[in-house]
Every structure is written in C-alpha cells, then in structure tokens.
C-alpha cells in the first residue's frame, strides 16, 4: 500500500468561523470548498489541512505545521490578529509556539533547522 496525500483534520462547530481564523492563519483563502462544511488548504504538494463542520468533535485536534522561521511566525500571526504562545525548546535543535483555534484546536508551529 502506498499513499499519496496526508491530510489533517480540525473539526469545528462553526465552519465560516473556523474557516476565517484558518484564513488568518494560514496566510490565504481556502484553495477549495469541495462540499457543505468542508474547506481545505493545500499547504505543500502531498500535505492538505481540511477544516470540517463536526460539532461533536471539535476542539479534540492537534496539528503540526512545521515552518522556517519560527522567530519570524508569531509576530506574522500578530498582524493577522492571532496571538501565539511562547517559542519553545523541544529536544535537540527543534523549538514550537502553539496558537489555538477558536475552537480550542491546538496548532503547533515547529522549527527543526537539522531537518
């Protein structure tokens, strides 16, 4: 079996809420609305963040995006009206800060300049 795509799931209760903040965060509208209640956005060629209407499941998600510039990334967000947390030490060389959905879907933004 091989796979081709990975994609991460926030449900939410509100999709147009939800879909607004993930605009804010993720720097562009939604790349595509395929159905009532979903929004996705392709954030690298294999790699999509789906953001779907689930009332019952939302706020449960953590999702992981890695960027290139965590000092850069926080102070982005800010002017895009969304507060990050602290930056971070992980182990070895890696560092994140975690911003939340309105929700309470956790996003960590990871720095790892050794990958």
Do not use: C
């Not at 147009?16 to 965060?25: C, H, I, K, P, S």
């Not at 562009?28 to 999509?48: E, F, K, N």
């Not at 992981?64 to 060389?93: C, F, H, T, W, Y």
């Amino acid at each position: 079996m091989s796979f081709t795509h990975v994609l991460a799931v926030a449900p939410v209760r509100d999709i147009e809420q939800a879909v607004a903040w993930y605009e804010r965060l993720l720097g562009r509208p939604a790349d595509t609305r395929p159905m009532p209640g979903l929004a996705d956005w392709h954030v690298s060629p294999s790699g999509w963040v789906q953001v779907f209407q689930s009332p019952d499941h939302a706020g449960s998600t953590l999702l992981n995006l890695a960027v290139d510039d965590l000092d850069k990334a926080p102070s982005d967000l800010a002017g895009r009206g969304i507060e990050a947390g602290p930056v971070q030490p992980g182990s070895q060389r890696v560092r994140f800060a975690a911003v939340h959905d309105p929700d309470g879907n956790r996003v960590t933004l990871i720095e790892n300049p050794v990958s």
